[in-house]
């Protein structure tokens, strides 16, 4: 039988345990001091987030549009530079000409956010509750890049208030990802599934797919993606009933790279789909 809903978080332990693996096996990455937004993205505001149960806080920026339409919060993919990523590639720049109100934001770790706390979907919890909380009534958006669309995927198939999701190069699951870029860790990727099946189940994103509380969604990836194949992102959005693109010759993220302007368009078009 298909599931008739997502997959449950697990238990404190198997989280604790899941997200101690996660780490030995997620690529080593040093904790730099973040570059400022450049010059031309001013107007921006960079401000923190406060959590003082988990954490701390969290760093974020805010780069407002005149006469917006909409806000989009801008996920980041596990890179040391964290939302910095997004300074470059003409996201927000795309964002902004077409009337959306931009907000990037650092998962636990990176930049000047606090520590880890559990699975990085409690981050994008945190984050969406501060987009929700400056977008005056505007409808919210949400723009995930690997990491950050992955761990959006848990949340939004729990809860609402995004109208419209754009993902780029996802992996279903993280241990998967793992296994196609780590191929020597299978025992290790083995007795995961065996130690905590709970988590494993939650960490894949077919469970999470069909449950998206979202009006419109669309995946982009690239066709040389070894940890996210173009196949598991076709599955993806087919399990969403979403829009799908494949950039030819893309690797991890290689496709805003290759197609930039195809992909902002897709994100747009999703957006604009979603409140129409």
């Known amino acids: 039988m298909s599931p008739t809903a997502p997959p449950p978080r697990p238990s ?8 101690l693996f996660l780490q030995t096996f997620s690529p080593s990455l040093p904790r730099v001091e973040q570059p400022p937004p450049p010059a031309e993205l001013a107007p921006f505001e960079p401000f923190v987030i406060p959590r003082p149960e988990r954490g701390g806080r ?11 339409r909409g806000v989009v919060l801008l996920a980041p993919p596990w890179v040391e530079w964290g939302q910095a990523y ?7 720049e795309a964002l902004r000409a077409a009337g959306y109100h931009a907000m990037t934001f650092d ?25 929700r909380a400056r977008a005056g009534g505007l409808p919210v958006h949400l723009w995930g890049v690997s990491s950050g669309g992955y761990w959006s995927q848990m949340l939004l198939s729990r809860a609402g208030g995004v109208l419209g999701a754009m993902f780029e190069d996802v992996s279903p699951h993280l241990v998967e990802w793992a296994a196609n870029t780590v191929p020597w860790g299978w025992p290790a990727f083995a007795a995961f599934r065996r130690v905590v099946p709970d988590a ?19 995946y982009a990836g690239g066709e040389l993606d070894r940890g996210a194949p173009a196949a598991h992102t076709r599955e993806l959005a087919r399990l969403a009933g979403a829009e799908c693109l494949i950039v030819p010759g893309a690797p991890h993220l290689g496709a805003i790279k290759q197609a930039g302007e195809e992909i902002a368009a897709l994100a747009l078009r999703t957006f604009a789909r979603a409140v129409s």
């Open 86 to 92: 997004f300074h470059r590639r003409g996201r927000i």
């Open 200 to 218: 494993d189940v939650f960490l894949n994103l077919r469970r999470h797919a069909p449950f998206l509380k979202v009006r419109a969604a669309a």
């Open 12 to 19: 404190r332990w198997q989280e604790r345990t899941a997200g």
């Open 107 to 131: 998962l636990s770790g990176f930049g000047v956010s606090g520590p880890r706390a559990g699975f990085f979907d409690r981050d994008v919890a945190d984050a969406l509750a501060a987009v």
């Open 58 to 68: 969290l760093g974020a920026t805010w780069y407002p549009a005149p006469a917006a």
